[in-house]
């Protein structure tokens, strides 16, 4: 250990802590202690000092407490005479330092002063990039403070399964922008969430991505949080709730919430710039969480000891990294980081003159920086992806008929069809939407590249900056090529694309294309429950709740909205041993219920006993379980003898009382809670949703959110029930938070729950 960095760690931690202290003395004189104190949108308090310490900070006098906590752990600076080179020490002192820094951005809460406005106040920028328009409008917003639960949500399924591997924590300023950008897309390139804070003499990595014009946001994996180092508890809290929503840990359990971020959450802290005290102070905190710290400067190292598997600290001085310019450079500082905490990272090699990876998937491409589109308004363009003779099929054609973008002109658009054929011995025909659909994702990969939509009303456009790098139409074909065989190589062994902007060409495939989705459309809405034999299991989500067993059938998709009853069949042919399984659907105890020997069989086995039925059809009489991940909670009303449902993106209060987040801790878990249950969106327009308890005409309360997003879908519905002004009839948080308000709206509304059979 060196002495050099934990008295610096130890000096910065005793000056936070008393910094904390005052600030929360002046506030509670100021403000009282019964002032709120919240992060946004989370049900986890202070996540940090919840899952350390068990403390629900909801005002500020809870803060005082936590204030004492992080005292009693602090150590002295250590003298010049006396040393012992404990590890501990520097430990507690960083844990200290982040008690105390998320006390700090709590009492900013409590003055309104976070998330951060965003500021160049005394820092240095350029003054031509200071007028360019985008940092015009970006002034006077705010930075994105602590991360959502519902984006954490979001994102856990790829956390759990590894898509993505985990987050870098960025804390300071690069030696350049283009540094900067180049640090940033080269973790794009590997799904790497990005997460900004800190500065280095008031200039931050997050100025320098604006200047650039990088955007930032959740579609783009790239979170500014702060402009200072204690922004930097924002991914330490991130992290301490994921050990809760997908570890089941419970708050105060310091010791395995620290060891499930090592072994689990790949993070790491790259520092950017000089490192002052307070920088190491929270690099012994990060360590705790077993994520290092790569330093761009000349500092002291932490190597392994006996007890650590990996550095702790490592200095790269960012000019001594071997490398032929400073873009080099900064892609072997990335790969350093990577190799240090040690994570295998698969990517497939896609072929093309743009940055490629999932973080740019949620890319935009503004009217102005295109250079051509296909289809929207003023064009057209298809996809379609169909299974051939292996013969057929010659492995890694790709072809363009008719002409390039070349002739049209700047932010013009043309007409072009894509079509797909793959061949492989388990490729099936129910397999070609569920492939047809990877399109989109894989398409959107491309860094330039913005796909939208999907079959025939697909609309792509490449940008300026992407047709300038070199992209033409045959990269789509590289792009498929390359992930098909890289995703689904299981099923799919030849794959062949072919781009088609020739006009006669095109209707010709285009006419074909629509043939065929129009016979899956039957094939898709034909299909029913009583038609197949098998329904599928789905246990993916049991690595965060064990007991929870999804069953999806033709008429219930999973209740995270991600897999139907073809996705799992797809999903089980591609990987026979994962967790995708057919269920045989045995004798039907229960045709109204939509009890079936079989999935109970196979529930009780794969619940670890803990379920022993499950009605597919019911909320009232066990329901099936769910485990977090749930798009909506419908949960019963019973003065309105009916049903509500939340979506998740709603964050308003609900006739039950409870808002979303609160409901999702009784939906969730893995338990039978007759009378709540977790669901997908679409499960709402199957004829089979809650079909035992009278159905969709039971929902007398809905997210105006599913209004909206859903409303053709949902207008169908309503005339199959014969009811064709339900969704009318049905209050929204707009109308109706409270029983009170929802019951005087249904009776005006002459609502059917009514008049139904009572549900209890
Ligand atoms: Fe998790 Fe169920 Fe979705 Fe599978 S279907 S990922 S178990 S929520
Ligand atoms: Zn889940």
Redesign the pocket.
Known sequence: MSRYIATRAIRGANLIVAEAERMLKEAIAELGPDTPVKFTNTAYYLPVILAFTGREVSKLGDLVPVIEDAKRILHPIPGDKLWLPYLGETLDCGMATLLAEEAIEGIRFARGLEPQPITWEGSYIPSTSFTSPDMEAQAGKRLNGPIDDIQLRAWG?QLVDGRMPGFAAIVGCAKSNEVAVQIVRELQQRNILVFLCGNVNGRSIIHQLMEEGVEMGYDTYIIPFGTDTIAAIYPLGFAARSALTFGGLKPGQAREILLYNKYRVFAFVLALGEVDDLKYATAAGAINYGFPTIADTVIPQILPTGVTTYEHVISMPFDDIEGKDDLERAKKLVQRCIEVRGVKIKITEVPIPVPYGSAFEGERVRKADMRVEFGGKYSRCFEYLKMSDFDAVEDGKITVVGPGFEDVPPEGSMDMGIVVEVAGRKMQEDFEPVLERQIHYFINGASGIQHIGQRDIAWIRISKAAAEKGFKLEHFGKILYARFHGDFGAIVDKVQVTIYTDKAKMEEWLAKAREAYDRRNRRLADMTDESVEEFYS?????SFAPN???V?SPER???????NWLD?KASHQINPTG??QPIRKGTCEDPVYGIFSGVNEFVYQHSHQSVQQVSMYSIMVNPMT??G??ECIAMVIPEANGIMVVSREDPSMTPAGMTFSTLAGMAGGGLQTPGVMGHGKYYLTSKKFISADGGFKRVVWMSSFLKETMAEELKAVAEREGDPDLIDKIADERVATTVDELLPYLEEKGHPALTMPPLF
């Open positions: 399924i789905c246990t993916l989500c049991q929870h067993v999804c999806v998709l999973g209740l995270c909205g991600a897999y799992c967790p995708n769910a485990c991940c749930f």
